[in-house]
């Protein structure tokens, strides 16, 4: 088998480099070499191995329109999981040295402590670690998502982001849509109850804070997408950052918004100033707020907009990312001041 | 970025200096360039400060703030582009103040004017951009080499040498702040050496005599850093140091900052929480005000480059207190938290002895358990605390072994470790060392050799721990009592000092050694890159600094010398 050089450049800076095998992803490689980058599905479904090839051939194999289109491919985007070199290869990844381990993670177990409807079919899941002798703590980065099994589900997992900061009770919050027939929804809306045990994979994710300096930095969410934002702005608040903050928080009806208490809260304690959003896209009469997509108000602001480019932090389904994306784009906002997360359907 | 201002700087055959996207340690582009603008931004601070003392109005606050300043643009001390933006905008505000300061005094007293002019050049008229694309492209006019093409790499080189020098001063200068202790003359000295740097001088004997008169500095704010640390904590004393963990709820500390390892002792006391120093901590042990706590139990761990094995080990959390942090592991990440100059992206900052989120990650952190330690084989200790102090206690005897010829010879292995495969020679030189030597100590070299079994010489131990790379100051008194004892100069004293450097801190001390016209120093485990060969020239000649060889070589050398 013929083997060639791999060499990833990470977001911080940092060099990596191993063999890959022509008939191994580069995910596979990495693993081999014991560095464990951060993937969701492995199978070109989820989006969450995007990189880009700097040089050299590759094989992309078959992989979703949504995680990858076929223009970004072109323009030598790549999925790690779906990538088989054909030469020496050179990558450049969206995320920092330190969301690659170097050990594989340990499934740990975490119960039920929470289950409630706070927004038209979406459920704040709270679960607790258990202390499986390394202690309680839930330690992982804003922005990061752990993956969780369905009890009984033969193994089935979903990955859901993080919506609170590190925290020393092992405390694990969640903010979940209910999808109709999806696994796990069907599981949180007919059987989850206070008490019951999962299995729980991560932190993974390599979408986090980046520090720009004073840069403003601008959140986008649909629906759920808030979740990460929310663990982000919560640590903004806890670590006093001092970058002004704003998030474009989007849904379909007003009654579909939640967690406006918490956002509100935040107001008080982000030292740089927070705006809140809220942008309805079929609203009702009486709706006050901003009418239409995250992705409009955030063109129109843009527009508006002096002084330096914000970074834009984006999570949702990949048409509001790609919206975003092109609104920064015709805007001006350089590529890397965009970092972004999809939640796909993972099938697993 | 270009940068090479420590030893693990990126050597090419093109030329040496991390000059990438990341520098060796970890350093960004964005933070290295900022961090270059920030020095900019003290040298225009300095200027303003030096105008304000010769106008009797002078500014101490600025002068702690330039320490500060200066102090995380060390190596291995801050990563965080954010803090450097704030910095940088404090920094121009402190200047400005300095210049209100200057024109009221004026005001008030015209006469003074023609005493101290008002300064000018770009780090005085020097705005920060409004943002970080405008912050990086100010820094790229200020790099240490800007000058480069015209005034060649000899006076680029003298400059960083100057410069790095004031980053060693500030840093132990900052140390002593912190603990209350500040002088007049050290906030001078900082404001003449960064002025001078800020016209770009050119003149290669003075700028000689520049970094001489910066190890004199040095000197004194040693001494300062020695009266603060025993004003404190008391005079060290000769401490036995458990290594081997105990059970129970843990905190690491690591760095050189005794007072906020005194804080966090006094918040934890009467807790079940233990506290472990770390690397350059250790000596604190040996400090009385600091091991009369029963809960600093131990030391855990080696030198700082090991620290993301150690620390993913440490079952409590951890807090970096100054130099030596390297990029966390995920493994601890979210349990490593930052305090003073010290800072990383994504990692918690505590200001202000504020350590209550530390102290709740302990509690909830397993701790070490008792189960676990039954494995780990018997208690093991290391002895430090042999400050001045203790062993000038002891000199009477010291210097009876000598004249008996008991001790045939000193030698003086100091400085900082790292992972450079040739620091090796540092232990292979300890344990070579014949015994009827006594090898005396400082800094994190040590942790390659400290563990091993030296024996003594009629009651004196053959390996004297001094203390931190901060403790220079007891050594270079050791030093002078010996030569006093023997009537002697000090570098007629059977002693030879085997430096190993590593940043800013040991350029410091380097240049008070040579101002103090200490020679034949062994200086390793390579050569600053930022020393030419025409500068290498000067110092050998100068002062017989002798790059290292091979530690049985050097050992043979240095006995047939002093025989
Ligand atoms: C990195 C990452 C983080 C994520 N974080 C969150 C989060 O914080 N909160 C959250 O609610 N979700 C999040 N997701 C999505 C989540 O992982 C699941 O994909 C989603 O909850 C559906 O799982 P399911 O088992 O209920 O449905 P499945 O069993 O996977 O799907 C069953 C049916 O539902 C449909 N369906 C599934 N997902 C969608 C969708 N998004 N839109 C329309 N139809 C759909 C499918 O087409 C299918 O027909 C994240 C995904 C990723 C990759
Ligand atoms: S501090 Fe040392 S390793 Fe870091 S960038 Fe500078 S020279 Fe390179
Ligand atoms: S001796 Fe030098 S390298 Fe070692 S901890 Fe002190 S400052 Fe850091």
Same mark, same amino acid.
């Given at each position: 088998?013929?083997?060639?050089?791999?060499?990833?450049?990470?977001?911080?800076?940092?060099?990596?480099?191993?063999?890959?095998?022509?008939?191994?992803?580069?995910?596979?490689?990495?693993?081999?070499?014991?560095?464990?980058?951060?993937?969701?599905?492995?199978?070109?479904?989820?989006?969450?191995?995007?990189?880009?090839?700097?040089?050299?051939?590759?094989?992309?194999?078959?992989?979703?329109?949504?995680?990858?289109?076929?223009?970004?491919?072109?323009?030598?985007?790549?999925?790690?999981?779906?990538?088989?070199?054909?030469?020496?290869?050179?990558?450049?990844?969206?995320?920092?040295?330190?969301?690659?381990?170097?050990?594989?993670?340990?499934?740990?177990?975490?119960?039920?402590?929470?289950?409630?409807?706070?927004?038209?079919?979406?459920?704040?899941?709270?679960?607790?670690?258990?202390?499986?002798?390394?202690?309680?703590?839930?330690?992982?980065?804003?922005?990061?998502?752990?993956?969780?099994?369905?009890?009984?589900?033969?193994?089935?997992?979903?990955?859901?982001?993080?919506?609170?900061?590190?925290?020393?009770?092992?405390?694990?919050?969640?903010?979940?849509?209910?999808?109709?027939?999806?696994?796990?929804?069907?599981?949180?809306?007919?059987?989850?109850?206070?008490?019951?045990?999962?299995?729980?994979?991560?932190?993974?994710?390599?979408?986090?804070?980046?520090?720009?300096?004073?840069?403003?930095?601008?959140?986008?969410?649909?629906?759920?997408?808030?979740?990460?934002?929310?663990?982000?702005?919560?640590?903004?608040?806890?670590?006093?950052?001092?970058?002004?903050?704003?998030?474009?928080?989007?849904?379909?009806?007003?009654?579909?918004?939640?967690?406006?208490?918490?956002?509100? /809260?935040?107001?008080?304690?982000?030292? %740089?100033?927070? $705006? #809140? *959003?809220?942008? =309805?896209? +079929? @609203?009702?009469? &009486?709706?006050?707020?901003?009418?239409?997509?995250?992705?409009?108000?955030?063109?129109?602001?843009?527009?508006?907009?002096?002084?330096? /480019?914000?970074?834009?932090?984006?999570? %949702?389904?990949? $048409? #509001? *990312?790609?919206? =975003?994306? +092109? @609104?920064?784009? &015709?805007?001006?906002?350089?590529?890397?001041?965009?970092?972004?997360?999809?939640?796909?359907?993972?099938?697993? | 970025?270009?940068?090479?201002?420590?030893?693990?700087?990126?050597?090419?055959?093109?030329?040496?200096?991390?000059?990438?996207?990341?520098?060796?340690?970890?350093?960004?582009?964005?933070?290295?360039?900022?961090?270059?603008?920030?020095?900019?931004?003290?040298?225009?601070?300095?200027?303003?400060?030096?105008?304000?003392?010769?106008?009797?109005?002078?500014?101490?606050?600025?002068?702690?703030?330039?320490?500060?300043?200066?102090?995380?643009?060390?190596?291995?001390?801050?990563?965080?582009?954010?803090?450097?933006?704030?910095?940088?905008?404090?920094?121009?505000?402190?200047?400005?103040?300095?210049?209100?300061?200057?024109?009221?005094?004026?005001?008030?007293?015209?006469?003074?004017?023609?005493?101290?002019?008002?300064?000018?050049?770009?780090?005085?008229?020097?705005?920060?951009?409004?943002?970080?694309?405008?912050?990086?492209?100010?820094?790229?006019?200020?790099?240490?080499?800007?000058?480069?093409?015209?005034?060649?790499?000899?006076?680029?080189?003298?400059?960083?040498?100057?410069?790095?020098?004031?980053?060693?001063?500030?840093?132990?200068?900052?140390?002593?702040?912190?603990?209350?202790?500040?002088?007049?003359?050290?906030?001078?000295?900082?404001?003449?050496?960064?002025?001078?740097?800020?016209?770009?001088?050119?003149?290669?004997?003075?700028?000689?005599?520049?970094?001489?008169?910066?190890?004199?500095?040095?000197?004194?704010?040693?001494?300062?850093?020695?009266?603060?640390?025993?004003?404190?904590?008391?005079?060290?004393?000769?401490?036995?140091?458990?290594?081997?963990?105990?059970?129970?709820?843990?905190?690491?500390?690591?760095?050189?900052?005794?007072?906020?390892?005194?804080?966090?002792?006094?918040?934890?006391?009467?807790?079940?929480?233990?506290?472990?120093?770390?690397?350059?901590?250790?000596?604190?042990?040996?400090?009385?005000?600091?091991?009369?706590?029963?809960?600093?139990?131990?030391?855990?761990?080696?030198?700082?480059?090991?620290?993301?094995?150690?620390?993913?080990?440490?079952?409590?959390?951890?807090?970096?207190?100054?130099?030596?942090?390297?990029?966390?592991?995920?493994?601890?990440?979210?349990?490593?938290?930052?305090?003073?100059?010290?800072?990383?992206?994504?990692?918690?900052?505590?200001?202000?002895?504020?350590?209550?989120?530390?102290?709740?990650?302990?509690?909830?952190?397993?701790?070490?358990?008792?189960?676990?330690?039954?494995?780990?084989?018997?208690?093991?200790?290391?002895?430090?605390?042999?400050?001045?102090?203790?062993?000038?206690?002891?000199?009477?005897?010291?210097?009876?072994?000598?004249?008996?010829?008991?001790?045939?010879?000193?030698?003086?292995?100091?400085?900082?470790?790292?992972?450079?495969?040739?620091?090796?020679?540092?232990?292979?030189?300890?344990?070579?060392?014949?015994?009827?030597?006594?090898?005396?100590?400082?800094?994190?070299?040590?942790?390659?050799?400290?563990?091993?079994?030296?024996?003594?010489?009629?009651?004196?131990?053959?390996?004297?721990?001094?203390?931190?790379?901060?403790?220079?100051?007891?050594?270079?008194?050791?030093?002078?009592?010996?030569?006093?004892?023997?009537?002697?100069?000090?570098?007629?004293?059977?002693?030879?000092?085997?430096?190993?450097?590593?940043?800013?801190?040991?350029?410091?001390?380097?240049?008070?050694?040579?101002?103090?016209?200490?020679?034949?120093?062994?200086?390793?485990?390579?050569?600053?890159?930022?020393?030419?060969?025409?500068?290498?020239?000067?110092?050998?000649?100068?002062?017989?600094?002798?790059?290292?060889?091979?530690?049985?070589?050097?050992?043979?050398?240095?006995?047939?010398?002093?025989?």
């Amino acid at each position: 088998m013929t083997f060639h050089t791999v060499d990833l450049l990470t977001r911080d800076g940092a060099r990596l480099s191993f063999p890959c095998a022509e008939d191994q992803s580069v995910v596979e490689a990495a693993a081999a070499a014991d560095l464990f980058l951060p993937v969701v599905c492995r199978e070109g479904g989820c989006g969450a191995c995007r990189a880009t090839a700097e040089s050299g051939d590759y094989q992309l194999g078959p992989h979703s329109e949504a995680a990858l289109s076929a223009a970004d491919a072109a323009r030598r985007a790549i999925l790690l999981c779906r990538t088989y070199p054909r030469g020496p290869l050179a990558l450049s990844a969206p995320f920092d040295r330190a969301r690659i381990l170097t050990q594989a993670l340990r499934p740990r177990h975490a119960v039920v402590s929470e289950r409630t409807l706070i927004g038209a079919r979406t459920v704040r899941l709270r679960l607790t670690l258990e202390d499986e002798g390394e202690g309680s703590a839930a330690e992982f980065e804003a922005g990061q998502y752990m993956e969780l099994e369905i009890p009984d589900g033969a193994g089935l997992r979903r990955a859901y982001s993080l919506a609170n900061t590190a925290n020393w009770d092992g405390t694990l919050e969640f903010l979940i849509r209910l999808h109709p027939q999806g696994h796990f929804s069907e599981y949180l809306e007919r059987r989850a109850a206070v008490g019951d045990r999962l299995r729980v994979h991560g932190p993974l994710g390599g979408f986090t804070l980046r520090e720009n300096g004073l840069r403003p930095r601008w959140f986008v969410a649909g629906g759920t997408g808030l979740a990460p934002m929310l663990s982000m702005l919560r640590r903004m608040a806890e670590y006093q950052d001092p970058q002004p903050a704003r998030l474009y928080f989007g849904v379909n009806r007003a009654e579909e918004l939640f967690a406006l208490e918490e956002l509100g /809260a935040l107001t008080d304690s982000l030292p %740089g100033g927070f $705006a #809140l *959003i809220p942008c =309805v896209w +079929q @609203a009702e009469a &009486d709706w006050s707020g901003v009418v239409g997509t995250p992705a409009d108000a955030l063109r129109a602001d843009l527009a508006a907009m002096s002084g330096e /480019a914000p970074d834009l932090y984006v999570c %949702g389904p990949p $048409a #509001l *990312i790609a919206a =975003v994306e +092109q @609104a920064a784009r &015709d805007r001006g906002v350089p590529d890397d001041h965009l970092f972004s997360e999809r939640f796909l359907p993972g099938a697993r | 970025m270009f940068c090479y201002q420590c030893e693990q700087t990126t050597r090419l055959p093109t030329g040496d200096g991390c000059a990438s996207a990341k520098g060796l340690c970890g350093k960004d582009a964005t933070t290295a360039d900022l961090q270059d603008l920030l020095v900019h931004a003290v040298k225009g601070i300095a200027q303003q400060a030096r105008r304000a003392r010769a106008l009797g109005v002078p500014d101490n606050d600025a002068g702690a703030f330039m320490l500060h300043a200066l102090f995380t643009t060390l190596t291995n001390v801050n990563f965080n582009p954010t803090r450097f933006v704030t910095l940088l905008h404090e920094a121009a505000a402190v200047r400005d103040r300095v210049a209100a300061r200057c024109e009221a005094a004026l005001v008030a007293d015209s006469d003074t004017a023609q005493t101290a002019p008002a300064p000018t050049g770009p780090a005085v008229d020097w705005t920060p951009a409004a943002d970080l694309t405008g912050l990086l492209a100010q820094a790229a006019t200020v790099p240490v080499n800007a000058d480069l093409a015209r005034v060649g790499a000899d006076v680029v080189g003298l400059r960083a040498l100057i410069l790095y020098g004031m980053k060693g001063v500030a840093a132990y200068a900052n140390h002593a702040a912190v603990l209350g202790y500040t002088r007049d003359a050290v906030f001078a000295g900082v404001e003449e050496t960064m002025a001078y740097l800020a016209s770009d001088p050119t003149d290669m004997a003075e700028l000689l005599d520049r970094a001489l008169s910066v190890g004199r500095l040095n000197l004194q704010v040693m001494e300062m850093l020695d009266a603060a640390n025993t004003g404190r904590f008391g005079t060290p004393h000769p401490t036995a140091v458990r290594v081997t963990p105990v059970a129970g709820k843990a905190i690491l500390v690591s760095g050189h900052d005794l007072g906020d390892l005194e804080a966090l002792l006094k918040q934890t006391a009467g807790t079940d929480i233990n506290v472990y120093t770390h690397g350059e901590m250790l000596p604190a042990h040996g400090y009385p005000a600091l091991k009369a706590y029963p809960h600093l139990v131990g030391n855990f761990g080696g030198a700082w480059q090991d620290q993301q094995t150690d620390f993913a080990t440490f079952p409590g959390p951890i807090l970096m207190t100054s130099n030596c942090i390297i990029e966390p592991g995920p493994r601890y990440r979210q349990r490593i938290f930052t305090t003073g100059p010290v800072g990383w992206p994504g990692v918690r900052h505590l200001a202000d002895h504020a350590f209550a989120p530390l102290i709740a990650a302990a509690h909830a952190l397993p701790g070490f358990k008792a189960d676990d330690l039954k494995t780990a084989g018997p208690e093991q200790t290391v002895t430090v605390g042999f400050g001045g102090d203790a062993v000038l206690g002891v000199a009477g005897a010291v210097v009876e072994a000598v004249k008996a010829g008991d001790i045939r010879h000193f030698f003086l292995i100091g400085g900082c470790d790292g992972a450079a495969a040739g620091r090796n020679y540092y232990s292979d030189f300890a344990t070579g060392a014949p015994d009827d030597t006594v090898v005396l100590t400082l800094g994190c070299a040590k942790y390659r050799f400290n563990r091993h079994e030296f024996g003594s010489i009629g009651g004196i131990p053959r390996l004297l721990d001094i203390g931190q790379c901060n403790d220079s100051y007891s050594a270079i008194r050791i030093a002078s009592a010996l030569a006093e004892a023997f009537g002697c100069g000090v570098n007629d004293l059977p002693l030879s000092l085997v430096v190993s450097w590593f940043e800013q801190k040991a350029a410091a001390v380097l240049l008070t050694l040579l101002a103090l016209g200490i020679r034949n120093i062994r200086l390793g485990p390579t050569l600053p890159a930022f020393l030419t060969p025409t500068l290498l020239a000067v110092l050998v000649e100068r002062f017989g600094i002798q790059p290292i060889t091979t530690a049985p070589d050097d050992i043979a050398a240095a006995l047939t010398c002093a025989a």
